[in-house]
């Protein structure tokens, strides 16, 4: 393997912790714009629910009062999880070097290894073009009955944006970085080992699993395979994006998860 696919962007603790309120409001920022731009999916989700003939689903009139909703819990929900990212995961020494350095005020060579980020979008890029090869197998030899229309690529585009920002921030910086501090605690360990590493990606890919059971309910039922396709996709998915906050830090893995998003659902539409 080329070591261009393998560098890790420099992991600077000093750095980190001398600008660490730069990096949580920055990141902060981020998580509202995420959590903003995915009312539109969300909204088009609940009014193809009505139109299934879903009683139980309340659509706001105003698209005002879901931006307000979202704002404020969004607000509180990035505070915590940013909190236990930068605070309480101090010592699993990874976060987002990368907005760290650039508040640094260092060049931007010295800011990046342009090779080494881009082989970790074309890791996601792969990973789509795989799990969507997956899919049309599946659709060939164990089709699944859709329950209703999804949303058109349109808001799958928007939605890209959104779940690349939020999940990263959610799983990786949040769930990943407390996982592997408190396996750190426990072990008595200074620094995380690959081994310890690897148990937080693992993990927390898992959830990143598990949290996506309930929109799918939305579009297929929930047998033991529809949940097993789901489960799998994503903990394929999750151990990737994982890698990736590892070696390149939370931007990094936004902008992959991003790119992945949107070959795999605009570009390639496995649902259609």
């Not at 660490?20 to 903003?36: D, E, H, P, Q």
């Not at 939370?250 to 902008?255: C, G, K, Q």
């Amino acid at each position: 393997m080329r070591n261009d696919f393998i560098t890790a962007l420099k992991q600077n603790k000093i750095e980190k912790k001398e600008y660490r309120w730069n990096i949580a409001v920055t990141v902060l920022t981020l998580f509202l714009i995420g959590s903003i731009l995915n009312i539109p999916f969300s909204r088009e989700v609940k009014r193809l629910n009505i139109e299934a003939g879903l009683n139980n689903v309340r659509l706001n009139e105003s698209i005002f009062e879901d931006f307000f909703a979202v704002g404020i819990s969004s607000l509180i929900i990035g505070v915590i999880i940013i909190f236990v990212g930068l605070w309480v995961s101090e010592r699993a020494n990874l976060g987002a070097p990368l907005i760290a350095s650039i508040f640094s005020k260092q060049s931007f060579k010295e800011l990046i290894d342009i090779k080494a980020v881009l082989s970790s979008i074309i890791l996601a890029i792969l990973t789509a073009l795989l799990l969507l090869g997956l899919f049309e197998l599946q659709k060939e030899f164990y089709p699944v009955a859709s329950k209703m229309a999804r949303p058109t690529k349109d808001f799958y585009a928007l939605v890209s944006f959104s779940a690349g920002i939020t999940e990263e921030i959610i799983f990786r910086l949040g769930l990943m970085s407390l996982i592997i501090t408190a396996n750190q605690f426990f072990r008595k360990k200074e620094n995380p080992s690959s081994k310890i590493i690897w148990s937080g990606i693992f993990i927390s890919a898992l959830f990143f699993g598990l949290v996506h059971l309930p929109l799918s309910k939305n579009f297929v039922e929930l047998t033991s395979f529809s949940v097993g396709v789901t489960m799998f996709g994503n903990l394929i998915t999750g151990s990737v994006f994982g890698w990736i906050f590892w070696k390149q830090g939370l931007l990094v893995a936004i902008i992959s998860h991003i790119v992945f998003d949107l070959v795999f659902h605009v570009i390639g539409s496995p649902f259609g």
